[in-house]
């Protein structure tokens, strides 16, 4: 099977798109949010709430690509980003140590993803209910910028979860939205909140999230978007399933772990063919993934969430032997391109 095409919004670019970050803003501890604006100059296409880029930079010779959600609507000519330092994580460390006028030049792929809030069949609007933890409150807080720009006429509920008020990034933005929206309700937890937390007007609860909150907002027909780390994903997800929500109306985005970092396969530099476009490459443990050496190759791969969730990148294998850790491979003789490592010399179908 050759890589699956998916819907791409109107207007959008193909490839690679050079940008410049124009302006950094600390959210939080440790969160900063980036503009950038096309250098090009020419016009931005729409992108939907919850959508995501693919941003590609780094020095010469080590170039990094890492997915990055749209933490705004889009405006007239730039995209708001918010990245979280990791540590010892390359991209989110080398956008954080940027600083005015910010020379790096940086590329981006254009808007996608399917984590996004799309009206009833009939065009109806329904309860909303938005769950976030930590930096996994970016792709919900455009989703909540889309409702308000479009007067979602729905209850909407936004549960935040945050470690203490250090951590809590966009707090007026926030606020600002619930002016703006009568029928939006926050509550935010602080995990492991400070001393002083306790008394602040932005902690609404003390403690992390359980199912008890969930059952609180779980009207009939609310439909749930979570994104944060992958426990708290699969606890929410558990629960409202308990609670009688669906799969048709749970829907989650995690964020990903550096799964091709983790194998614990002894791991050579192999060959890797791909027949259909006639290229070769050597792929090198810690190195670049598969899917950026074929696109460093100038073939063009679909993709999405770049760590091993969406199916986008899946590829035949005509021979040889990958592993996917913590992946599931799509089938025996596919793989993702974005995760996998080659055990041996490789032959694709791209
Ligand atoms: C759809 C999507 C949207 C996203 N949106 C956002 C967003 O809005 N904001 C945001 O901040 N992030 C977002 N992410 C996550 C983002 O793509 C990056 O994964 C994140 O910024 C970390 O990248 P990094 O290069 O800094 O870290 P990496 O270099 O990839 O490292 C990540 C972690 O792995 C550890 N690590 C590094 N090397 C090793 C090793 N050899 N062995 C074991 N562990 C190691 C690091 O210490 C670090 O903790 C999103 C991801 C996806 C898939
Ligand atoms: S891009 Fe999503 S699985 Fe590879």
Not at 34 to 48: I, S
Not at 96 to 118: K, N, Q, T, Y
Not at 172 to 189: G, N, W, Y
């Amino acid at each position: 099977m050759a890589s699956r095409p998916q819907a791409e919004p109107d207007g959008a670019w193909a490839g690679w798109r050079p940008f410049r970050i124009v302006a950094a803003a600390p959210e939080a501890r440790d969160v900063v949010s980036f503009r950038l604006v096309p250098q090009d100059g020419a016009a931005l296409p729409p992108f939907r709430g919850g959508q995501h880029v693919a941003l590609r930079a780094g020095p010469a010779g080590a170039r990094r690509v890492r997915c990055y959600s749209l933490s705004s609507l889009p405006d007239a000519g730039g995209y708001r980003l918010t990245v979280k330092r990791v540590g010892g994580g390359e991209m989110s460390g080398f956008l954080h140590a940027l600083s005015p006028p910010f020379a790096a030049a940086v590329e981006l792929m254009a808007p996608r993803g399917d984590f996004c809030i799309a009206p009833g069949a009939a065009g109806e609007a329904f309860p909303v209910v938005l769950i976030a933890g930590g930096i996994g409150i970016t792709p919900l807080l455009s989703m909540l910028h889309q409702l308000r720009r479009d007067g979602w006429p729905a209850p909407v509920d936004l549960l935040y979860s945050v470690r203490s008020a250090s951590a809590h990034a966009f707090a007026e933005e926030i606020l600002d939205l619930q002016k703006a929206m009568p029928r939006l309700s926050v509550s935010t937890f602080y995990s492991r909140p400070e001393p002083a937390d306790l008394s602040s007007a932005a902690c609404d609860v003390a403690g992390r999230l359980s199912a008890a909150h969930l059952a609180g907002v779980a009207a009939p027909a609310a439909r749930f978007y979570v994104c944060g780390p992958a426990a708290m994903i699969a606890f929410v997800m558990e629960a409202l399933a308990r609670l009688g929500v669906g799969a048709e109306r749970r829907f989650a985005e995690s964020f990903g772990p550096p799964c091709r970092r983790l194998s614990g396969a002894a791991l050579a530099p192999q060959p890797v063919q791909l027949v259909r476009s006639g290229r070769t490459f050597l792929w090198r443990p810690g190195g670049p993934s598969l899917l950026e050496l074929a696109e460093d190759a100038g073939v063009n791969v679909m993709s999405n969430c770049r760590v091993g969730q969406c199916d986008a990148c899946a590829a035949k294998l005509l021979a040889g032997e990958v592993d996917c850790p913590g992946q599931e491979q799509p089938a025996a003789d596919e793989c993702f391109l974005c995760v996998a490592q080659p055990l041996t010399p490789l032959i694709i179908d791209l």
